[in-house]
Nanobody, 115 residues
Framework: QVQVVESGGGLVQAGGSLRLSCVAS????????MGWYRQAPGNQRELVAR???????NYADSVKGRCTISRDNVKNTVFLQMNSLKPEDTAVYYC?????????WGQGTQVTVPS
């Protein structure tokens, strides 16, 4: 069984930065994709960024140039560095890992950027 736990959310003023972390634990040999989605109240969950096992990255247009995703394959950890945060970045951020043919989700971490 794979457990996924996020951390690093919080309240930050517009223009500030946050670094989200996510660690996967369990009987894990090799994780494929890792990434982050977010969901704001009343909105659908949307992809923020993803990174493949080879290090290929994709970003949502709304965060390009402001966010950087990275991963540590030894520690089964993925990070999301978010800079120049905006009120529209307010959402619950969910981490996922693709392993064993399944997508495993974390419980989410709240990011709030007051307007």
């Amino acid at each position: 069984q794979v457990q996924v736990v996020e951390s690093g959310g919080g309240l930050v003023q517009a223009g500030g930065s946050l670094r989200l972390s996510c660690v996967a634990s369990g009987n894990i040999l090799s994780i494929r994709d890792m990434g982050w989605y977010r969901q704001a109240p009343g909105n659908q969950r949307e992809l923020v960024a993803r990174i493949s096992s080879a290090g290929l990255r994709n970003y949502a247009d709304s965060v390009k140039g402001r966010c950087t995703i990275s991963r540590d394959n030894v520690k089964n950890t993925v990070f999301l560095q978010m800079n120049s945060l905006k009120p529209e970045d307010t959402a619950v951020y969910y981490c996922y890992v693709d392993y064993g043919g399944l997508r495993h989700w974390g419980q989410g971490t709240q990011v709030t950027v007051p307007s």
